[in-house]
């Protein structure tokens, strides 16, 4: 269960094989939602498209990998420099809507599913916002369908603008330029357990693993 990250070469060794390649398996099931004749499970349940999980899980990628990138400052500014140092070359929407990608995708999708919808505060038109998934949907774009005003992510898309700046841009600094530092950023996050309520409950799982471990050995 538990991964050691020793060196540069096991973050981009992790990153490729699991922050990445986590996503693509994710693409591999969109693959067959879209080839499925009737988009249900072998006993009948409803399947979607996956469009807003991939692009949340491709923005919870950007999160990490621009963590381990620049270290200091909130996550968002984290995302965003990373956006503008590594995607923006491939993009420079990346740059121009940084901001607008992070709240309104990230926020949105990761915490309530749906990217937000973006509203002036002086009550003028935003804009629509929505998540596409197949490869010839628009990125970063217009809706062509919407009337109104629209931003769309492609998360297909996005995943293989994530892969490229990773193979030619973020692996090259972290396996020559990136301190130690980044070995340790790039290490899961510590929860330090405070207060009554998680130390009762840290107390349960450990008890859990004394009652499986005994009835293993009975």
């Not at 629509?128 to 998934?133: I, Q, S």
């Amino acid at each position: 269960m538990s991964i050691q990250l020793s060196s540069v070469q096991d973050v981009a060794d992790w990153i490729d094989a699991c922050v990445l390649g986590d996503l693509r398996t994710l693409v591999h099931g969109i693959d067959a939602y879209y080839v499925s004749p009737d988009h249900r499970t072998a006993d009948g349940r409803p399947t979607g498209a996956g469009n807003f999980l991939l692009v949340a899980g491709c923005c919870s990628a950007i999160e990490y990998l621009g963590h381990v990138y620049a270290g200091k400052g909130s996550d968002e500014a984290k995302a965003i420099a990373f956006m503008s140092h590594f995607l923006a070359p491939i993009n420079d929407r990346y740059r121009e809507a940084g901001l607008l990608i992070w709240q309104c995708f990230r926020q949105g999708t990761v915490h309530r599913s749906w990217p937000k919808l973006v509203v002036c505060a002086d009550g003028s038109a935003g804009v629509l916002t929505g998540a596409a998934g197949e490869a010839g949907d628009p990125h970063l774009s217009p809706s062509p369908d919407a009337t109104e005003d629209s931003f769309v992510i492609n998360g297909r898309q996005l995943l293989s603008d994530l892969t490229r700046a990773f193979e030619t841009s973020f692996r090259p600094w972290l396996l020559t330029e990136a301190s130690e530092d980044a070995v340790e950023r790039a290490k899961p996050q510590v929860l330090r357990v405070t207060g009554d309520t998680l130390r009762l409950q840290l107390e349960a799982v450990k008890r859990w693993n004394t009652d499986s471990r005994s009835s293993s050995c009975s």
